[in-house]
């Protein structure tokens, strides 16, 4: 299994542009997530989806939007790029533990972004 | 709301030195605990968790034990090595099911030689 995978890895955009940051998991787990990573803030929830055609807004989503129109993929699109969005972007897939009433979460490598 | 506080940091230690990385949260109900493990330049890793009061999660020698009475969560090693030099996140899953994490701010941990 590839676990989850991102990309790019890097990037760089102008005030303004628009990008989707990809992120894609094989292990079938039907609850995937995005964060962003912010120094000294740990990771904030920008949106969740609890499976296909199913997302949510999380703790931080102005700016972003997100669709899941298989289980395997959860792409983040950044509408109209600003500098504050510079950070490094984290997706997880998650999978549901009964007996622990707990999700399991994996994180991909990351896309670290830079606005200009 | 649901919200974790971790020590500042960095922390640097010594070579065989204890470590101790606190973390208190506060919560509704009964959340699941969590530490991630972050390498330079890479993800986060589950290092450990515990699901409910009382448990002790553990793993590479890292242990945290899940202390209600006072919203508890703390990191620790006996003795740290040069290779656990990272930044730890504390973290917390809300009792409501619907898998969303909230993260501590992260603690760095330079260990050396």
């Known amino acids: 299994n590839a676990g989850v995978t991102q990309t790019p890895k890097f990037q760089v955009l102008k005030t303004g542009q628009s990008m989707t940051l990809q992120c894609a998991q094989d292990?079938?787990?039907?609850?995937m997530s995005w964060y962003r990573q912010d120094p000294g803030m740990g990771l904030r929830l920008i949106h969740y989806s609890v499976g296909a055609g199913i997302t949510d807004q999380g703790e931080v989503p102005n700016g972003y939007n997100v669709s899941r129109s298989t289980t395997e993929d959860f792409p983040l699109r950044l509408l109209s790029a600003a500098p504050s969005q510079t950070s490094v972007y984290f997706c997880?897939?998650?999978?549901?533990?009964?007996?622990?009433?707990?999700?399991?979460?994996?994180f991909g490598p990351g896309t670290r972004l830079t606005v200009t | 709301g649901n919200s974790v506080t971790q020590m500042e940091g960095p922390v640097t230690l010594s070579e065989e030195a204890f470590l101790t990385i606190n973390c208190t949260y506060t919560a509704t109900g009964y959340p699941s605990l969590f530490w991630y493990v972050q390498y330079p330049g890479e993800g986060l890793q589950l290092l450990l968790k515990?699901?409910?009061?009382?448990d002790k999660g553990s793993n590479k020698g890292f242990e945290a034990t899940y202390r209600k009475e006072t919203t508890s969560f703390h990191l620790e090693k006996g003795s740290v090595q040069v290779s656990d030099s990272a930044v730890y996140f504390c973290?917390?899953?809300?009792?409501?099911?619907?898998?969303?994490?909230?993260f501590g701010q992260g603690t760095t941990l330079q260990v050396k030689p």
């Open positions: 292990m079938n787990h039907e609850y």
């Open positions: 997880a897939s998650s999978y549901y533990v009964p007996s622990v009433i707990t999700y399991e979460q994996y």
């Open positions: 515990a699901t409910k009061a009382d």
């Open positions: 973290a917390l899953q809300g009792s409501s099911n619907t898998g969303k994490l909230i």
